[in-house]
Nanobody, 126 residues
Framework: QVQLVESGGGLVQAGGSLTLSCVAS????????MGWFRQAPGKEREFVAAISWIGPSTRYADLVKGRFTISRDNAKNTVNLQMHSLKPEDTAVYFC???????????????????WGQGTQVTVSS
């Protein structure tokens, strides 16, 4: 069983910054790619960023490229998402996710992930 717990969400003004953290437990964290997704009210869950298990290499959605940075600390079983220059359209519940399979490549579709955190709310006011 894998548990993912996000933290760091909150209310911020447009142009501000937040850092989300996700702590993983239950298996060998360093062997798994990790991802961040978000879901706004009435919209589908969408890919934000992902980081590979080795390298590491990263991938970002076009909407956040240049503003968000994903990183991982294997010693702490943690993956972080630094968010800068936040916009009202970034408002959503942000989810941390882990794939079902170790040593897999970066995935961008929700169906490729088997484990999800409970989510943390990010609200950006204009």
């Amino acid at each position: 069983q894998v548990q993912l717990v996000e933290s760091g969400g909150g209310l911020v003004q447009a142009g501000g910054s937040l850092t989300l953290s996700c702590v993983a437990s239950g298996r060998s964290f360093s062997s798994y790619a990790m991802g961040w997704f978000r879901q706004a009210p009435g919209k589908e869950r969408e890919f934000v960023a992902a980081i590979s298990w080795i390298g590491p290499s990263t991938r970002y959605a076009d909407l956040v490229k240049g503003r968000f940075t994903i990183s991982r600390d294997n010693a702490k079983n943690t993956v972080n998402l630094q968010m800068h220059s936040l916009k009202p359209e970034d408002t959503a519940v942000y989810f941390c996710a882990a794939p079902r399979i170790a040593y897999s490549t970066i995935a961008v579709y929700p169906g490729e992930y088997g484990y999800w955190g409970q989510g943390t709310q990010v609200t950006v006011s204009s």
